[in-house]
């Protein structure tokens, strides 16, 4: 009974994983033994994480060409790798700040088997793509560890991010730029030889900016209430970053938590349900419209002004316009949260 009892959840745990879904059936999701019991399945299961969200980019690339699609997967690669390596990096030499013990590392919260670099590994790339499964817990990471997961989500998840919605936020971004390049040198901007009028930014940035407004403001919601602070694990910045991660969770449809912050509330439920409804289908009604609206579109030859998106030069200009209007928007809270909860732990 017991074999079989654990093989049901089990089994539908790696569906949850390829599907981006993330749930599972016992509470510490995939840190139970039933669930990812070796160092090994710990690896197939994170790659299991971003296998479809990737191999949508290179669909995309089939579509429309594949060097438009290496473009996107180089950045979307780039800033995985860099995330990895900061979470990893802070876990395994920012312990011993919090421990309070020379030469330690943060191995609280985590399960011994997989260590620092597969719980890193794993929970980078769970609130890169939208999965929300966790193999450690992310309260217990150290400052630093927990603002890069953080800041994934807080970005769209659009480092290959969800099935299909990864893709279609990294284009908003892609069109995003293209628009502010066309500017800077006085030209229509376009994209795959269609115009991007202001019909189309209009939709860009209804998907760009709705998220992190409707994000902040509840999460501004949930500091004032009445209540909520006290029904906090921690205090100060560190609790200020729970209720943080919360919010950036139910507002860009990952489902991890910090721990620490107690959902089950009147507040919480009302106002995660309005934040998990408005970012989940406003964004993806304006790509729908922008996307009929770019298909009525005659395509147009391409000259010697037209700017080329296949190239270093614009991953590049991609590059910097995801950090300077994605992260931007959360640069103030995250000084509040993580960043000070890192400056007041030395």
Same mark, same amino acid.
């Not at 659009?158 to 990294?170: A, H, N, P, W």
């Not at 006085?186 to 992190?212: C, F, N, Q, S, W």
């Not at 729970?242 to 969770?249: A, C, K, R, T, W």
């Not at 998990?276 to 030859?301: D, I, S, W």
């Given at each position: 009974?017991?074999?079989?009892?654990?093989?049901?959840?089990?089994?539908?745990?790696?569906?949850?994983?390829? !599907?981006?879904?993330?749930?599972?059936?016992?509470?510490?999701? &995939? &840190?139970?033994?039933?669930?990812?019991?070796?160092?090994?399945?710990?690896?197939?299961?994170?790659? &299991?994480?971003?296998?479809?969200?990737?191999?949508?980019?290179?669909?995309?690339?089939?579509?429309?060409?594949?060097?438009?699609?290496? %473009?996107?997967?180089?950045?979307?690669?780039?800033?995985?790798?860099?995330? *990895?390596?900061?979470?990893?990096?802070?876990?395994?030499?920012? !312990?011993?700040? /919090?421990?309070?013990?020379?030469?330690?590392?943060?191995?609280?919260?985590?399960? *011994? %088997?997989? !260590?620092?670099?597969?719980?890193?590994?794993?929970?980078?790339?769970?609130?890169?793509?939208? =999965?929300?499964?966790?193999?450690?817990?992310?309260?217990?990471?150290?400052?630093?560890?927990?603002?890069?997961?953080?800041?994934?989500?807080?970005?769209?998840?659009? /480092?290959?991010?969800?099935?299909?919605?990864?893709?279609?936020?990294?284009?908003?971004?892609?069109?995003?730029? /293209?628009?502010?390049?066309?500017?800077?040198? !006085?030209?229509? $901007?376009?994209?795959?030889?269609?115009?991007?009028?202001?019909?189309?930014?209009?939709?860009?940035?209804?998907?760009?900016?709705?998220? $992190?407004?409707?994000?902040?403001?509840?999460?501004?919601? &949930?500091?004032?209430?009445?209540?909520?602070?006290?029904?906090?694990?921690?205090?100060?910045?560190?609790?200020?970053?729970?209720?943080?991660?919360?919010?950036?969770?139910?507002?860009?449809?990952?489902?991890?938590?910090?721990?620490?912050? =107690?959902?089950?509330?009147?507040?919480?439920?009302?106002?995660?349900? *309005?934040?998990?409804?408005?970012?989940?289908?406003?964004?993806?009604?304006?790509?729908?419209?922008?996307?009929? =609206?770019?298909?009525?579109?005659?395509?147009?030859?391409?000259?010697?002004?037209?700017?080329?998106?296949?190239?270093?030069?614009?991953?590049?200009?991609?590059?910097?316009?995801?950090?300077?209007?994605?992260?931007?928007?959360?640069?103030?809270?995250?000084?509040?949260?993580?960043?000070?909860?890192?400056?007041?732990?030395?």
């Amino acid at each position: 009974m017991a074999i079989r009892t654990s093989f049901q959840p089990s089994s539908q745990f790696a569906i949850s994983l390829l !599907g981006s879904k993330g749930g599972g059936f016992f509470g510490a999701n &995939a &840190a139970a033994l039933f669930h990812n019991p070796t160092g090994l399945s710990n690896l197939f299961e994170s790659v &299991a994480i971003v296998l479809l969200p990737a191999a949508l980019v290179v669909m995309f690339g089939q579509m429309v060409g594949r060097r438009q699609a290496m %473009v996107i997967y180089a950045v979307m690669l780039g800033l995985l790798v860099l995330a *990895v390596i900061g979470t990893t990096l802070s876990e395994l030499h920012l !312990g011993q700040h /919090v421990a309070g013990v020379a030469g330690s590392t943060a191995l609280e919260g985590k399960n *011994v %088997v997989n !260590g620092i670099g597969l719980s890193a590994l794993w929970n980078t790339l769970s609130t890169a793509v939208s =999965n929300g499964s966790v193999n450690a817990s992310l309260d217990s990471f150290t400052p630093l560890g927990g603002l890069i997961p953080m800041l994934l989500m807080q970005l769209g998840e659009i /480092v290959f991010g969800g099935v299909d919605s990864g893709l279609y936020g990294m284009l908003s971004f892609v069109l995003l730029t /293209v628009f502010i390049s066309g500017l800077m040198v !006085g030209r229509t $901007p376009e994209y795959l030889g269609k115009k991007i009028a202001a019909y189309d930014m209009k939709m860009v940035a209804l998907a760009i900016l709705l998220p $992190p407004v409707l994000t902040l403001v509840s999460t501004g919601i &949930a500091v004032s209430w009445p209540g909520i602070r006290s029904s906090l694990m921690n205090t100060g910045a560190h609790g200020f970053s729970e209720i943080l991660y919360g919010f950036s969770s139910m507002g860009n449809n990952n489902g991890s938590s910090f721990a620490g912050f =107690n959902g089950d509330q009147l507040m919480v439920n009302v106002v995660g349900t *309005v934040l998990m409804g408005c970012t989940r289908f406003v964004p993806l009604l304006a790509m729908v419209y922008l996307g009929a =609206n770019l298909a009525k579109k005659k395509q147009m030859a391409i000259s010697s002004g037209t700017l080329r998106t296949d190239t270093g030069l614009f991953a590049v200009l991609l590059l910097v316009i995801i950090l300077l209007i994605g992260a931007l928007n959360f640069v103030p809270a995250l000084i509040l949260g993580p960043i000070a909860d890192f400056l007041t732990a030395r």
